[in-house]
C-alpha cells in the first residue's frame, strides 16, 4: 500500500497507483489520534481494493469513524457513474437502511426524572431488542408488501405515527423503485415478526437532552433547544436486509464467475449497471430500505405510547416531533458537480452518512436552507451530536458525512478487555439509566470499544463536510 501523505489537518490522501490497480485516489477525514487509529486494523487495505472497482469516480472516501468491515470499509463513501457503473451490496452492508432517526419533546429533565424507571422500563417492553427478537402485530404478507414498495408513508396511514412524520423521513417515506416480488421467501419470513424491533449489536433507544446548541439559527429551525429531551433510535431492516444482502452477494459471485470478473476481493462482488443482476439487487434494497424507515417508524409509535402512558398526556401534548430519519448503508442515484461535470451517480455509502448542503430539493422544504440534519450517535454513555451537512461537504464528499463513533475493538477484544461491571458502573457514575438484554452486550458496546466521538465529530467539522449544530448527553439507553 502506499504511503498516506497528510493534505491538511483532517484530510489524508493516499496517491492512485495505477501499477496496483487502483483507479482513484483514497482520501480519509480524520485528525492525526483518529488516522492513527484507522491505520491498525485493514481499514486502508480494504479501501484500496474498493479504489480499483470499475468506474469509480473521483476518490474512495473514507470518514473518521472508519473501519474494517466485511469486504468494505465501514465509514467508507464510493459514487460510481450511474452510465456505465456498477452495483456492489458489500459497499452498502448487511443491514441495508440501518440509520438514526431522533425524536423532540417539550420535557426537561427535570420534569423527567420523577418517572423516569417507570418510562425505561415501558420503552424497553414496548420495543423488544435483543438477537431474533419479535414483534408479533399481526401483519399479513400483502400489509408487507406495501410496507416494503410504500414506506412510513403507508404505516403513518394505519395509524403508526403522525401525519406529518413522512416529511421528515430521508426520500420523503420510500425509496422509489422497490420490488418485493422478487425478495426471498426467506427474507419475507424474516422480517414480517421483526416489524418494529431494535435488534442487538450498536442499536438502542436512547432518552438524551440537549446539552449545548452551537449554531442557535440552525438548532432553532431543526426544533431543538438547550435542556430539551429528546430520544434518538439506531437500528435498521434487521433479517429482511440481511438476507437480502446474503441472498445478492452470492448471486453477484455467481455473476462475476459466469463473466470471468476477478478482483482482489471476491467478497466485494458486484455488477454492472443495466444488467439483470444489477437491477434486480438494486430493486430488493430499495424494498429493504423501505422496511427500515417502516421498522423506525413503528418503534416510534411505541415509544411516543411508552411517554404517554408514563406522562398521562397524549404524545402531541409532549410534542413529540420527529425531527429526521435517515440512513447510513445506503446506496442512492444522486446528481453531482465532479470537476465541472454534472453527473449522475450510484453513490454507496457503508456506515457514512448523506450529509447535502443547503438548498438541495432532497431536503425537507422546512431544513433545506440550512442543510440536511445528520444525526452521530456516540457510543454507549458518551455523547451524540446534530450536525448540518454544508455546501463544501457536497464537492469534497458526495455529500456524505461520517455515521458514529466508529470501532477500535472487535466485539471479541471488547469481551476480552472490558467487564461489564466496569461498564455498568460508569453509566452508574454518570447517572445514565440503562436496560439491556445480555450482560456480554455491555461489554461489546463499552464507550471505551469505540472511538471518540468528540474527535470525530471535529474533524467532520475542521474538514468543513458538516458544522456542528447541538450535542445530546444520554441519560437513559435501552438496548438487545
Not at 73 to 97: E, L, T, W
Not at 236 to 254: E, K, N
Not at 303 to 325: C, G, N
Not at 407 to 419: F, G, K, N, P, Y
Request: net charge positive; glycine share 10%.
Amino acid at each position: 500500500m502506499a504511503e498516506i501523505k497528510k493534505i491538511n489537518d483532517f484530510l489524508w490522501e493516499i496517491e492512485k497507483d495505477k501499477n496496483s490497480g487502483m483507479n482513484v485516489p483514497i482520501r480519509l477525514y480524520a485528525n492525526e489520534p483518529l488516522r492513527n487509529a484507522i491505520e491498525k486494523d485493514r481499514t486502508l487495505n480494504q479501501a484500496t481494493n474498493a479504489s480499483k472497482l470499475p468506474s469509480i469516480v473521483k476518490n474512495m472516501l473514507l470518514m473518521p469513524d472508519a473501519h474494517e468491515g466485511y469486504s468494505f470499509p465501514i465509514g467508507g463513501v464510493a459514487a460510481f457513474d450511474a452510465n456505465d457503473g456498477i452495483i456492489s451490496p458489500g459497499a452498502i452492508g448487511f443491514d441495508i437502511g440501518c440509520g438514526v432517526r431522533l425524536i423532540k419533546t417539550n420535557l426537561t429533565e427535570k420534569e423527567l426524572r420523577p418517572k423516569f424507571g417507570a418510562l425505561m422500563d415501558a420503552m424497553f417492553r414496548n420495543v423488544p431488542s435483543g438477537v431474533g427478537s419479535k414483534m408479533h402485530l399481526g401483519f399479513t404478507q400483502k400489509q408487507l408488501e406495501r410496507i416494503a414498495t410504500e414506506g412510513v408513508g403507508y404505516i403513518v396511514k394505519e395509524g403508526y405515527g403522525f401525519p406529518e412524520d413522512p416529511e421528515r423521513t430521508e426520500e420523503e417515506t420510500h425509496m422509489k423503485g422497490a420490488d418485493y416480488g422478487i425478495v426471498s421467501d426467506l427474507a419475507k419470513k424474516r422480517g414480517i415478526q421483526q416489524l418494529g424491533t431494535l435488534g442487538a449489536g450498536n442499536h438502542f433507544a436512547e432518552v438524551q437532552k440537549v446539552d449545548k446548541i452551537f449554531d442557535e439559527k440552525i438548532g432553532k429551525a431543526y426544533g431543538l433547544e438547550k435542556d430539551m429531551v429528546v430520544i434518538m433510535l439506531h437500528s435498521g431492516s434487521r433479517g429482511y436486509g440481511h438476507q437480502i444482502c446474503s441472498d445478492y452477494i452470492r448471486v453477484l459471485m455467481d455473476y462475476q464467475k459466469k463473466y470471468n470478473i476477478t478482483f482482489p476481493d471476491v467478497e466485494l462482488s458486484y455488477a454492472h449497471v443495466g444488467s439483470k443482476e444489477a437491477d434486480r439487487y438494486w430493486a430488493s434494497m430499495c424494498s429493504a430500505i423501505n422496511f427500515a424507515f417502516v421498522n423506525r417508524q413503528i418503534m416510534t409509535h411505541f415509544i411516543r405510547k411508552s411517554f404517554a402512558d408514563t406522562f398521562k398526556r397524549s404524545a402531541d401534548e409532549l410534542d413529540m416531533r420527529l425531527v429526521y430519519d435517515l440512513c447510513h448503508n445506503t446506496a442512492k442515484l444522486e446528481e453531482h458537480d465532479v470537476d465541472g461535470k454534472r453527473m449522475s451517480l450510484y453513490v454507496h455509502r457503508k456506515g457514512a452518512t448523506r450529509a447535502f448542503g443547503p438548498g438541495r430539493k432532497e431536503i425537507p422544504s422546512a431544513y433545506r436552507e440550512y442543510g440536511q440534519p445528520v444525526l452521530i450517535p456516540g457510543s454507549m454513555g458518551t455523547s451524540s451530536y446534530v450536525l448540518a451537512g454544508r455546501k463544501e461537504g457536497m464537492t469534497e464528499t458526495f455529500g456524505s458525512s461520517c455515521h458514529g463513533a466508529g470501532r477500535v475493538m472487535s466485539r471479541h477484544q471488547a469481551l476480552r478487555e472490558i467487564t461489564s461491571s466496569k461498564t455498568l458502573d460508569e453509566m452508574k457514575r454518570k447517572n445514565i439509566e440503562i436496560r439491556v438484554r445480555s450482560k456480554k452486550l455491555v461489554s461489546e458496546e463499552a464507550e471505551w470499544a469505540y472511538k471518540n466521538v468528540d474527535d470525530v465529530v471535529a474533524s467532520i467539522e475542521g474538514a468543513k463536510i458538516s458544522g456542528i449544530v447541538a450535542k445530546l448527553v444520554p441519560l437513559g439507553v435501552t438496548k438487545g
